[in-house]
């Protein structure tokens, strides 16, 4: 993404807070990818909340979509492509109703999201590289050939599985950018992030990398670690500050303000900002807001 090079570009924040929001129940395993399949609309409208909040970047429902995932409920290998297709389809048609430049950045989530019991926080799935670059091969084909402007490969708790995803996309063409799930100066997993942010080296593909899904006061150090390690371009969407908790399925804590310390973060070389978990377009309209002051 050329805007890189001219300023902070702006993220949007939560699919899931935002289809919340709108009344939809997303308590299964599924979670937002089951409304491309039962309500597109919604995804869609969600985006464009987003877009006209002020995010230049949507990001699609794709988290949670997967070919075994949908195997599960007995959808096809070729009706999941095309929900994953559609996935990408919904993001572009939203940022047709709005003025300016927009772009869409095709999800990948972690093979832990397809688990649906928290994995995601943990890593160390027991797999084996070869099972994961399998997992990972096919969605990010589909979603690659799809035509976004960049993959988002995000929340990846583990150093062993972006590698695996590396693997998929070295040689592609397709730009992406690399986020991590982190506790402290560690992924999810327990990895350094000086190792994690490490594996992209070589991988031309990849114009960013940082973190999300994570507490915000975790993101300054990535930011700074990320700059070291890579010299690339940094990306970071934290949650609001609350804390799931996955036995109850519930969000604990304070949610104020994770807004106010994105200047910092674009100070420290962060070039796209937006929000994970409970962030919904109010806040990234804060968000927004408060970047646009600093230009």
């Given at each position: 993404?050329?805007?890189?090079?001219?300023?902070?570009?702006?993220?949007?924040?939560?699919?899931?807070?935002?289809?919340?929001?709108?009344?939809?129940?997303?308590?299964?395993?599924?979670?937002?990818?089951?409304?491309?399949?039962?309500?597109?609309?919604?995804?869609?409208?969600?985006?464009?909340?987003?877009?006209?909040?002020?995010?230049?970047?949507?990001?699609?429902?794709?988290?949670?979509?997967?070919?075994?995932?949908?195997?599960?409920?007995?959808?096809?290998?070729?009706?999941?492509?095309?929900?994953?297709?559609?996935?990408?389809?919904?993001?572009?048609?939203?940022?047709?109703?709005?003025?300016?430049?927009?772009?869409?950045?095709?999800?990948?989530?972690?093979?832990?999201?397809?688990?649906?019991?928290?994995?995601?926080?943990?890593?160390?799935?027991?797999?084996?590289?070869?099972?994961?670059?399998?997992?990972?091969?096919?969605?990010v084909e589909v979603l690659r050939d799809a035509g976004p402007d960049v993959l988002a490969v995000e929340t990846i708790p583990d150093v062993d599985e972006a590698?695996?995803?590396?693997?998929?996309?070295?040689?592609?063409?397709?730009?992406?950018?690399?986020?991590?799930?982190?506790?402290?100066?560690?992924?999810?997993?327990?990895?350094?992030?000086?190792?994690?942010?490490?594996?992209?080296?070589?991988?031309?593909?990849?114009?960013?990398?940082?973190?999300?899904?994570?507490?915000?006061?975790?993101?300054?150090?990535?930011?700074?670690?990320?700059?070291?390690?890579?010299?690339?371009?940094?990306?970071?969407?934290?949650?609001?500050?609350?804390?799931?908790?996955?036995?109850?399925?519930?969000?604990?804590?304070?949610?104020?303000?994770?807004?106010?310390?994105?200047?910092?973060?674009?100070?420290?070389?962060?070039?796209?900002?937006?929000?994970?978990?409970?962030?919904?377009?109010?806040?990234?309209?804060?968000?927004?807001?408060?970047?646009?002051?600093r230009s």
């Amino acid at each position: 993404m050329e805007a890189l090079a001219h300023g902070v570009v702006v993220l949007d924040g939560g699919m899931s807070t935002a289809l919340e929001a709108a009344g939809h129940d997303l308590s299964d395993d599924l979670w937002s990818a089951r409304l491309l399949l039962t309500d597109p609309d919604a995804v869609r409208a969600a985006h464009l909340a987003y877009y006209r909040a002020g995010a230049s970047v949507a990001i699609t429902a794709s988290y949670q979509a997967s070919f075994s995932g949908f195997a599960r409920r007995g959808i096809s290998e070729d009706e999941t492509a095309r929900l994953l297709r559609s996935s990408v389809a919904l993001a572009r048609s939203a940022a047709s109703d709005v003025d300016g430049q927009r772009w869409v950045a095709a999800s990948v989530g972690p093979y832990g999201a397809v688990l649906a019991d928290g994995s995601e926080y943990r890593g160390r799935y027991g797999l084996t590289r070869r099972e994961l670059v399998e997992f990972h091969r096919p969605r990010v084909e589909v979603l690659r050939d799809a035509g976004p402007d960049v993959l988002a490969v995000e929340t990846i708790p583990d150093v062993d599985e972006a590698s695996a995803v590396l693997e998929v996309v070295r040689g592609s063409g397709v730009p992406m950018w690399l986020s991590y799930s982190v506790r402290g100066d560690r992924t999810c997993a327990g990895q350094p992030l000086e190792e994690a942010f490490g594996v992209v080296s070589g991988v031309d593909e990849v114009i960013a990398v940082g973190v999300n899904c994570c507490a915000p006061e975790d993101v300054a150090e990535a930011v700074a670690v990320a700059r070291r390690v890579t010299g690339l371009p940094v990306v970071v969407y934290p949650n609001s500050g609350e804390t799931w908790n996955a036995r109850e399925r519930s969000w604990t804590g304070d949610g104020g303000g994770f807004a106010v310390s994105a200047g910092q973060w674009a100070d420290a070389g962060t070039r796209l900002v937006g929000g994970c978990c409970r962030t919904g377009p109010d806040a990234i309209a804060v968000l927004a807001r408060e970047l646009a002051a600093r230009s």
